[in-house]
């Protein structure tokens, strides 16, 4: 009997990898962009090249994605300790040697110029799952204590920046992959009570704590500024609540089916601050309203909601941990950035994915996007 081997042609290759992507994730991602370049083109149309800029950002979080997907969970994985070791590594070179910035000490020159703490972003959820993998079947407490300082490390460097945004995204993330490694509730319950009955106190005692000027441990000045501003923005209308009251009247003013296109006063007579990267949120709801604001939850609402569908169906410990942090770090941008442009998180300057401009940022998102695909693929090909 001879066995003949049918040489696939090139175009049969070509479709084979094309045709492997999730049709759901790329369904979602394809509606955001719609709605960031839309966005983008209002907000920023007169900042110059920013419309432009954002599409090629696009663009190249397009082709992180695909290329991030051909890469198997397994060779992943590999890249987990040493990525991990670089970025705490340039971290500490950035708290020696770093580039300050507006009082902020967050880049470092290495011939060219890089913010080192956004590789924790991915570094941290690929260690963490590295972490795990390797304590499969055996995990104690003192595995997740483990985990716990793994954390703090880059957190800590991070935050002491200071960068409160990025830390808050980086803890984020860590702090999905302990849980779904099986961190108990009776564990996290007491940290979550505990936070709520600060941020009651705080809450109940805002008038005497701000106004007298009451210094708070761990916290810089204007970090401290950000909470009281939060808790009462119009204590300082035309100051320090300036962004966040014009943020909250672009929202309120879109009504149900916003003021059209290009039709934003809020946007174009330039009240909102920051309207094409930490306020875009802002300038989309006052142009597109309630329907708008619909249309960009529900596109969210499926990306996650299929990440999580696909990290439950994900066939190690590792590419489930990893799915699943990386898909709740999309919640997390979104609610954050959402948050505070709404009133009800202070700004801490968090991106709106696919929507905010930012090269960085969204070559990031890019990067999520394809471990997901990646993942989903290998799903596939163990079914096969």
């Known amino acids: 009997m001879t066995t003949i081997f049918v040489q696939p042609s090139p175009w049969q290759r070509v479709r084979h990898v094309l045709t492997d992507f999730d049709p759901t994730l790329l369904a979602a991602m394809a509606v955001l ?13 007169d900042h110059g090249t920013r419309f432009v800029d954002h599409g090629r950002n696009m663009a190249l979080a397009f082709a992180v994605t695909f290329v991030v997907a051909q890469v198997p969970p397994h060779k992943m994985e590999r890249l987990a300790v040493p990525l991990y070791t670089v970025g705490v590594l340039l971290l500490l070179a950035v708290a020696l040697f770093g580039i300050t910035r ?14 080192p703490s956004e590789i924790l972003k991915i570094a941290m959820p690929l260690m963490l799952a590295w972490w795990f993998q390797k304590r499969e079947g055996q995990l ?16 800590g460097l991070v935050a002491r920046q200071p960068d409160l945004g ?50 708070w441990p ?10 009281c ?32 296109f290009m039709q934003g006063t809020q946007t174009h007579l330039e009240f909102i601050p920051e309207r094409t990267t930490d306020f875009i949120f802002a300038a989309y709801c006052e142009e597109f309203g309630f329907i708008g604001v619909v249309v960009l939850l529900v596109a969210l609402s499926v990306l996650i909601l299929r ?17 699943g942090a990386v898909t709740m ?19 801490v300057g968090v991106p709106l994915p696919f929507v905010s401009y930012g090269g960085t940022a969204m070559v990031m998102l890019g990067l999520g996007l394809g471990i997901l695909m990646s993942v989903a693929r290998s799903r596939q090909l163990m079914r096969s």
């Open 33 to 45: 962009s719609v709605i960031g370049l839309v966005a983008m083109y209002s907000a920023g149309f």
């Open 102 to 115: 507006k009082g902020a000490t967050r880049w470092l020159n290495v011939g060219i110029v890089i913010q």
């Open 140 to 155: 104690r407490a003192v595995d997740f204590l483990v985990a716990a300082l793994l954390l703090a490390l880059p957190v």
């Open 166 to 215: 990025t830390a808050i995204l980086i803890l984020a993330s860590g702090v999905y992959v302990i849980f779904f490694a099986g961190l108990s509730w009776r564990l996290v319950l007491p940290f979550v009570l505990l936070a709520g009955a600060g941020i009651a106190a705080l809450v109940l005692t805002q008038d005497q704590i701000c106004e007298a000027g009451v210094r």
């Open 218 to 227: 761990m916290l810089r000045e204007y970090q401290q500024h950000r909470v």
């Open 229 to 260: 501003t939060l808790l009462d923005p119009a204590r300082d209308p035309l100051g320090k609540g300036f962004h966040i009251l014009q943020g909250m009247i672009a929202i309120g003013s879109g009504g149900i089916a916003g003021k059209g």
């Open 307 to 323: 990440g999580l569908a696909i990290a439950a169906e994900a066939p190690t410990v590792f590419s489930r941990l990893l799915a």
């Open 329 to 347: 770090s999309f919640f997390t941008y979104a609610f954050v950035n959402m948050g505070m442009v709404s009133g009800i998180l202070p700004v």
